[in-house]
């Protein structure tokens, strides 16, 4: 039971921060150029996304062994993750600039309104164009962050619901903001989702190395999925010590 | 179809390949270590290989970009 809660917050969190950027891409081509193309963009990524994870999906659960697909997915979402932890570790560091939706609403309306109306298939082509590239690439995050989550645990319908839930709250949000979501804490929540994505993808890859053992079974963990709680520990600990022993930037001239 | 390919990128390189290189580093020598020996101690070494391979990166990255 607790496993599938981990998963649902996991998936949640994580579904939650991509459907957040996609918002503000759809919201600042919305506003400044109308919304009958931007969301005919968003209806043409939803197709292209239900069918990229029908084969996706599809092709993973059919002809790749467990093990194998433990190790793949389990580096794919270490690597993923690694690259979050490492975002948020310099941002509490203040090595990096935090990331503001709100500047990046800014800067699609920029963009939105210096280009000239091009019509192509009776639709404003730029803000289709753009909304189908925010929302599918954002999207093929979730569908990734789903399908590993929920075939390694065994419960895609969960790790399924748990995105769907995070994509409706983010839109009904949006419906009654009417801008981006600013307000959410989304570096916090991206420092979250990176250490739990670093744990499971730790824990899932090297349970995968087991297939280069005979028999090709996963390789078990010392205190099984306790494990899980000590890897957590580990990445939160390593990455609060980065932070705090990481120089800190030297103070602007003036 | 280029905008796809970059998606690609950033989603598994981003910013920094050394993150990448060094989990792909440490879990080959663990093929090799696991594939070598038997019972379940491995995984610990690992996982302590992973957490000293990312410690290396980010102070490389911070290092390199002073």
Redesign the interface.
């Known amino acids: 039971m607790s496993a599938t809660w981990g998963l649902v917050g996991a998936t949640f969190t994580a579904s939650f921060v991509e459907f957040v950027e996609a918002l503000t891409i759809v919201l600042a081509m919305g506003l400044t150029r109308g919304w009958r193309s931007t969301l005919a963009g968003v209806a043409a990524a939803a197709v292209a996304l239900a069918a990229f994870t029908a084969v996706a999906g599809y092709a993973i659960a059919t002809w790749v062994p467990r093990s194998a697909l433990q190790l793949a997915i389990g580096t794919l979402l270490l690597i993923f993750g690694l690259q979050w932890l490492r975002k948020a570790v310099l941002r509490s560091a203040g090595l990096k600039s935090l990331h503001d939706e709100d500047e990046e609403f800014r800067e699609q309306t920029r963009v939105a309104a210096a280009f000239a109306d091009e019509r192509r298939l009776g639709l404003d082509w730029l803000p289709f164009v753009v909304s189908f590239k925010g929302v599918f690439l954002e999207g093929a995050e979730v569908v990734f962050i789903v399908i590993t989550f929920g075939l390694n645990a065994n419960n895609v319908p969960a790790a399924a619901g748990a995105a769907a839930a995070a994509g409706v709250l983010v839109v009904l949000l949006g419906l009654l903001a009417h801008r981006p979501l600013a307000r959410v804490p989304e570096n916090t929540l991206k420092y979250a989702v990176g250490l739990v994505l670093a744990t499971y993808g730790t824990f899932w890859s090297v349970e995968g190395l087991g297939i280069f053992r005979p028999g090709a079974a996963s390789l078990a963990w010392p205190g099984g999925d306790w494990a899980l709680l000590v890897l957590l520990a580990a990445w939160l600990l390593v990455s609060r010590a980065l932070v705090a022993l990481l120089p800190s930037p030297a103070p602007a001239a003036v | 179809m280029k905008?796809?390919g970059r998606?690609w990128w950033d989603?598994?390189?981003?910013d920094?390949p050394k993150?990448?290189v060094s989990?792909?580093v440490v879990?080959v020598a663990?093929?090799i270590v696991?594939?070598a020996t038997?019972g379940?101690?491995?995984?610990?070494a690992?996982?302590g290989a992973?957490?000293t391979a990312?410690?290396a990166?980010?102070?490389l990255?911070?290092r390199h970009n002073?």
């Open positions: 905008a796809f998606f989603f598994l390189i981003g920094d993150i990448a989990v792909l879990l663990g093929a696991v594939a038997s379940g101690w491995p995984a610990a690992i996982a992973l957490l990312f410690v990166a980010v102070v990255d911070v002073r």
